[in-house]
């Protein structure tokens, strides 16, 4: 076990200065504490409080993701983490992040400095900074809907997104719909990437086809439906399968502002389950993510990495919840 | 929650017939047993023994698994789960089944006759009748190697192929290997399906060909070597990576009968890393699964399950063990 005695040596440096670089103290130069940190990255140092099972203390670091209100899709997914960690007695931090901190400070620095001896990452995409950076740290690291390459350190916890796309397509398909238009959410996410394939793949499994005009990138706001429904409606679509609840919502505003009602002339499916789900009007037919279940999981992963078993992923099982957004085909 | 009465009351008959039918009483009739069973697992009936989760009774059930001896594939899933089970205070009976078991009685009937409130499958197949009745179980299921769609009472637990594969081809493409052999194991397996399509996957990814003739099907056990192995050298392999440790002991001696010396003439990598592959001569580079870790992560799947959390797959990291069977490529 590293100690801080063998970064002194390595530094030459007194044991005092090291103490004060990991702890943040004020009378050394910022050139001196990075040089500290650095070295007890490369070396694999841990702090005792680090390594304290009685109150170990983790993190949530959430970036570009809305959790504040029962509404919103991080909410419960955290309520589901604290939870889980409280019967551990885990300490957990919450922390909004944002690009100028991925920037100003390394991963595994963030970490060490702060005493951290594990993180969920909430809302992250491949291309930010501090995920770029997982393929190496030794901090024991849960990502939702991410999945880093070969790293045993770092695990990947998510919902079936195979299983749930093919459960909204196998509902719509006995509703006796045959073009059915998916709007997926942002390109490059490894979660749109997959249920793109799902579409595709449960499409040609059901006997339909998967016409590439009916199958759109938008983003995770309900504002994108504008772009792509008027050329779905043009197009012949019968239903549309949503990547989201809120890209839902947006679909049904631009289906209504057509003249088309919900579900006589469209059917709409959504993603996800948010509270806002059964208060639409017409109710919105959904695939529900769990996630609460994808907190506390997160949690149980968090806790095996920080033991040494390395799981690489955990998906859920996705349900389908039938409401009135979804009915038979016209044609 | 349906009661014995609730039974009693459905079939028309005493509330003491149904007890002696769930309890296994021999002074009523098999057809009388059959239909209380048969009923009690319709109307989801679970016993308070079931519910009580003071000492839960759940079963591993072994079809075609070693599992005896800790040198044995099973040895260490088994004490894994039992260990983590024994926290709890679960109370774990391991099961040796066979065919005769399985078409004797149904896989729900067995679980409630016998008292148990959750099953973890090893060693069996998607033709195994158990198997295919998993899809409208209710008794929270985990399944060794094996995925059920849909059904939200069973888990998928094992080790990440695609990953393992991927570092075998890599550690031999940087070897200096270009002619790379896949002995898999069985045919019609879910485990050999997904490590074929992740060596055609890894052997494109690091620009080498995938050829046909060096990917084979086998069985899980040594002597089917013999059957391929010739072939691979006639067509210039000089590395044959193998689905199992087995299996490697097998290209092992097939290969030294043609004269030829590993790793100096040929590479062998196996898959596993039993306790055999630091013992064979030369020892055995593989790629380890975690045994222990599969039955833990097993134990906290059904434990989910029992608790209403529907994971539907976990994956272990699999990991490189570079021992003396690979070298590098002659050519």
Redesign the interface.
Known sequence: MVTIKDIANKLGIAVSTVSKGLNNASDISEEMRQLVLDTAIEMGYTSKKMKDSGNRKVCILIENMDYENIDQFGYEIIVGFKLAAARRKWDVHVVPTNLNMQTEEKYDTYMLRNNFSGAFLLGFTLHDDWVKQLNKTNFPTVLLDNYI??N?HVGYVGT?NY?GID?AVNHLCKLGHKKIAFLNGSKNSMVSEQRRQAFVNSMIKHGLVPEEELIQYGYYVPDCAKDHVPSFLKKGATAIMCASDLIATGVMTEVSKHGLKIPDDISIVGFDDLPIASQLSPALTTIRQ?RS?LG??AF?LLD?LVHG?????????A?LITRESSGSAKY
């Not at 078993?309 to 099982?317: A, D, E, Y």
């Open positions: 390459e070969r045993p079936d299983e459960l769990d279940d506390k999981s149980l095996g078993v390395s799981t690489s992923k955990l998906l859920l099982r349900k």
